[in-house]
């Protein structure tokens, strides 16, 4: 059996001038030219569309993880929604009280509404409520 070896994948500009190059082929297209494929025992050609797209990415040098911004791990990023949890709680996560600069022991007062939990920061010095946020 004759096996001809595929090229390496392109990478940086040299990939990032070659997708140019391609115009209007479909991404799909695009990834096989650049060499983001696999052939199976089968024979059939598969194309990685996530090797190839964060090739471009990272040729493009647009950084999305975090770890490349220097804070530590990863993790979920806040998305403003949160569900009642299987023991009734509401838990609000760390990338909330990070976002606030909360520490450890600071204190909330808790008010109901209807449809709503307003949360006021208690300030530490005087037990006095924040008076940052009004609506």
Do not use: W
Not at 5 to 32: F, I, M
Not at 102 to 111: K, V
């Amino acid at each position: 059996m004759n096996k001809k070896k595929k090229p390496d994948p392109l990478t940086g500009e040299e990939l990032v001038k070659k997708v140019k190059e391609l115009g209007n082929l479909s991404k799909e297209e695009k990834a096989r030219a650049c060499g983001y494929y696999t052939v199976t025992k089968n024979g059939v050609e598969r194309v990685n569309m996530m090797k190839f797209l964060n090739a471009l990415i990272d040729a493009e040098g647009i950084k999305l993880d975090s770890k490349q911004n220097g804070h530590g791990r990863g993790g979920r990023s806040a998305s403003y929604r949160i569900s009642v949890q299987s023991n009734g709680n509401l838990l609000i996560g760390s990338a909330y009280t990070k976002q606030m600069g909360l520490q450890q022991g600071d204190e909330f007062e808790i008010s109901l509404g209807r449809k709503h939990i307003h949360l006021k920061q208690i300030d530490r010095e005087d037990g006095s409520s924040d008076s940052g946020d009004e609506e």
